[in-house]
């Protein structure tokens, strides 16, 4: 939380204010009133490239500081212009649930013979303190063969934290590619075989 964004009162039209370079956002909590806010677009979208899931500092209209964390980013799906914002207010003393990317390391073994890497699932469901969250986790595939899987249960978890998602879900798996004249020459037997049927 190096960085403190400033949040401003929401008084002009939405549509005016993303002209303006303002991003409406709504601060979300579970000891006050949800309020109504902008937030500038240039330092929010720098905040999410460089970790969406971090605790940021704010400082709301009433000139008090808050931490908190996006809840959720809604985007025009085929401008991927920001449209709105969702924060969340967070205790800092209190344990924190939150989702987390997790990040592949390594060159897969199978991916060097000729399969393709596939990922199934890209965050799974903590708990932690919130001082004590990590960027990502981590996820070490370079001895993953074809045909071969990890799961939540392979993933690289600090000591302070706690995975909350099923550690069975498959995260990442190596599929192999079925040769073109494997997939042609059964059905090619399969057609004489009918022409001779009907002779």
Do not use: W
Request: net charge negative; proline share 6%; glycine share 4%.
């Amino acid at each position: 939380m190096s960085t403190t964004i400033l949040l401003s009162e929401r008084t002009e039209p939405v549509k005016k204010l993303r002209a303006q370079g303002q991003i409406p956002a709504v601060v979300y909590s579970s000891r006050m009133d949800s309020e109504h806010v902008t937030v500038p677009e240039k330092e929010i979208r720098a905040s999410l490239k460089r970790n969406p899931h971090a605790i940021l500092q704010v400082t709301l209209p009433s000139n008090t500081s808050q931490p908190v964390i996006v809840h959720h980013v809604q985007k025009d799906s085929l401008t991927g212009q920001l449209l709105h914002i969702d924060f969340l207010q967070i205790d800092m003393k209190q344990n924190l649930d939150t989702s987390l990317a997790v990040h592949l390391t390594g060159e897969a073994r199978g991916t060097k013979e000729g399969g393709i890497l596939q990922v199934e699932t890209n965050e799974v469901m903590i708990r932690c303190m919130p001082d004590k969250l990590p960027e990502h986790l981590t996820l070490d595939v370079s001895q993953l063969g074809i045909g071969e899987h990890l799961t939540v249960a392979d993933l690289d978890i600090p000591k302070d934290v706690e995975v909350l998602s099923d550690p069975e879900i498959i995260l990442v798996t190596i599929l192999g590619i079925q040769k073109l004249d494997e997939a042609v020459e059964p059905k090619a037997e399969q057609e004489i075989e009918a022409v001779a049927s009907d002779v």
